[in-house]
């Protein structure tokens, strides 16, 4: 039986933690966490459970992403990496004007050479992995965004009502949903009544576009790590 | 400590006794004859759905039944649940300056009906100023009072009495020396009122 009366209720912290283009866990600003009070995953598959048809084209789709994948990648660390070591060459170049004529300064001016030294050698590898990346995209891409079309067209078929049907389960159980955005440190913070909730978001991937991170999980504790040990990896069909 | 807490309400709501002299500061929240054997405190938050439920629900059937008939004065205190709705404060200072008015019930009542418009707004300022235009209630007048938050004061008092009194839900009554917390059909009301208003009504 449902509670008869609005109450006070917690308020429920979430961090969203993905891995970067290197690997590590990173917090993802400007992500919606919402607070549902029901489980969306089983809204879904029993929607999908209602359709005769499967999503077309998962497996072409699932081939084009995979192909993209690795020169997107590739190019993707290319460009952070210079994009590191710039800031990094911007920083010692700043220190190095303030050090003028001093003897730090002799110092300074050595590391700006190997900086340089290092970002010239670079420069060819992340042409290469920019052109290899035009290339995958010039071929891939149009394929990707046609078969999209299906894709997306089933979704919206399978799962119209699911406003109405999500709307009507909130309404049954006498909530209202609570959203917020990660802030610059991944952190969003939730209030929620009494009573069982889910907490559930979605994050880009920053090593695909094609893929992203989704969660739906029990806000069984007041705080709540969105990270892929508690999410999901899908595909952006 | 629940004894203690109940004759607190009491005195915290009861402010104004049917025979005193001084003005009745609920008149305009109330409903029913000032001489009704027993008095049912309301502490309800405009932006509850489960206040809405019983008020849309559940009321009518006991107006009917309790108020017209003259055995039951209903008052409304006002517990807005800040921390879960942040609209309700606004709603409920507009629902003060409407009761200076005159037109605390019909804006009780507008209020709850278009509870799901209002409710998720940012800023519901606006919305609640168009209210008072189905109310009929010239802009010029209430504008002032909610621009001012002339009734946050009243609202805060309320919500202060009632938390003082043990009301930590909505909507929760305080039934003549007992709370009722929850939006329960009249099937639950009956019951309670019929033996409230049979032991006050003995003579003595």
Redesign the interface.
Known sequence: MFALACTNGRTVTVQVLVPDLAGAATPITGVVVAAIPYDRDSLIAAMEGRVSTGRPHTETLDSLFQAFHDPFLAFSRAAWNIERLNRTRDSVAAAQRTAASTPAATELEARLARLDDSLRRLAPALERARAELSAARDTLWPRIERLRVDARQWQLSTFEGYDTAARSLARSRMRTLSADTTDAAGWASLFVAKGPWWITARSPDPQDPNYEWYWNVRADSDTVRLTPATGRHLPRY | MRRTRLLLLALLLATAGAATAQPDPHATRSKGSVSAPVTVYEMS?FQ????K?FTEQYFPSLEKEYIATGKVRWIFINLP?V???PNAVPAAEFAMCAAREDKFWPAHDLLYRRQEVW??LKNPAAFLLSLADSLKIPRARIAPCLEKAETRALVRSDSEGAVKAGA?????FYIEGGLL????PPEVWRPILDSVIRVKSRKP
């Not at chain 2, 930590?168 to 929760?172: F, R």
């Not at chain 2, 917390?181 to 329960?184: V, W």
């Open positions: 938050d509850c759905p489960f206040c439920r649940l921390s879960l709705h409710a998720p930590g839900s909505t909507p929760t917390a929850g939006a329960y």
